[in-house]
């Protein structure tokens, strides 16, 4: 005879749509894309999940109902527990800069604002989406493909200048990592958090080359999503 739970049981789990999550300083966080937020659990929440990555085999919990209740689980046939971001490469030093002509600048200018009203319009679940679209085509990174995106990273760090960097890393990251991938450049996008205290910061690599930002600075954080 079957058990009430029996469908539960023998089924995994794995994060509900839209959500992903990371592992940062003990404690795990979740990004919700299609509500533009992040957030955490409360504690008996907490251990629960942490546990739930612990085992193999999970059984059915009232936690583990709550969490499906909530979206940030759902059930799986192919997974037995959630599978949190995988990082990108590691990354090994900066993304050399070239010299960028003005219309260079111009476009960028141009590709940040279009980004700021795509993220406005679409939030972070249509904005993602795009930014997958994009790397369908992508190319297998070679050296030779460091210096047209230097180009484009280079007119980007000036045009950021002028369209402002404060608070803005994820415009930016957005922007610079769209533009690169209509070029068939194979740039990542980074998402990446730090628990304690809590901030949030995005950042684009090429391979193991990082675009626009310090390499020491970006070690401090843990990857939430990747693109």
């Not at 079957?2 to 003990?26: E, F, N, V, W």
């Not at 085999?57 to 799986?76: D, K, V």
């Amino acid at each position: 005879m079957r058990t009430p739970h029996c469908r539960q049981c023998s089924m995994g789990y794995a994060l509900g749509k839209g959500i992903s999550a990371c592992i940062s300083d003990g404690r795990p966080i979740f990004l919700n894309l299609h509500e533009d937020r992040y957030f955490c659990l409360g504690k008996e929440l907490e251990s629960s999940f942490i546990n739930l990555l612990k085992d193999e085999t999970p059984n059915f919990s009232e936690a583990i109902a709550e969490l499906l209740g909530l979206g940030i689980l759902e059930h799986s046939d192919t997974c037995h527990v959630p599978v949190l971001c995988a990082p990108p490469l590691l990354a090994g030093s900066r993304l050399p800069c070239n010299h960028a002509r003005a219309g260079s600048v111009i476009s960028a200018l141009v590709g940040l604002a279009r980004m700021m009203l795509y993220l406005r319009l679409n939030g972070l679940s249509g904005s993602t989406a795009y930014l997958h679209a994009l790397g369908r085509e992508a190319r297998e990174f070679t050296p030779a493909l460091i210096e047209p995106a230097a180009r484009i990273a280079s007119a980007y760090a000036r045009a950021s200048r002028v369209f402002g960097r404060h608070d803005r890393c994820l415009l930016w990251s957005f922007a610079l990592g769209a533009a690169l991938r209509r070029q068939r450049l194979p740039a990542t996008i980074v998402i990446a958090v730090s628990a304690w205290p809590f901030v949030a910061h995005a950042w684009v690599q090429l391979d193991r080359l990082v675009v626009n930002e310090d390499p020491a600075r970006i070690r401090t954080f843990t990857p939430i999503l990747v693109i």
